[in-house]
């Protein structure tokens, strides 16, 4: 599932996936019983703040800019 969350957001950070699919493919993994714990936390706690974020600041460009920082965010503390 790691190398999955890496993948998408690699995609988010290069700009090659919309947000709504960057979204909805983070919240299938977090939902998915196979990944661990410790993973499923974080995706969490990166999908609530995407919807804080995306509930203030509308727009096709916020929203790119809000995926970006939140895969860049979820690159680091993979690692």
């Not at 790691?2 to 919240?27: M, N």
């Not at 990944?35 to 995706?43: K, Q």
């Not at 706690?45 to 790119?64: Q, R, S």
Request: hydrophobic share 40%; with cysteine; aromatic share 2%.
């Amino acid at each position: 599932m790691v190398e999955k969350v890496k993948d998408i957001c690699e995609k988010a950070v290069q700009g090659k996936i919309s947000p709504e699919s960057f979204y909805d493919t983070l919240r299938a993994v977090a939902d998915d019983t196979r990944t661990d714990d410790d993973l499923a936390c974080l995706l969490e706690d990166v999908l609530m703040e995407i919807e804080m974020e995306h509930d203030g600041n509308g727009g096709a460009k916020a929203g790119k800019r809000i995926i970006k920082e939140a895969a860049e965010r979820l690159l680091e503390e993979m690692e």
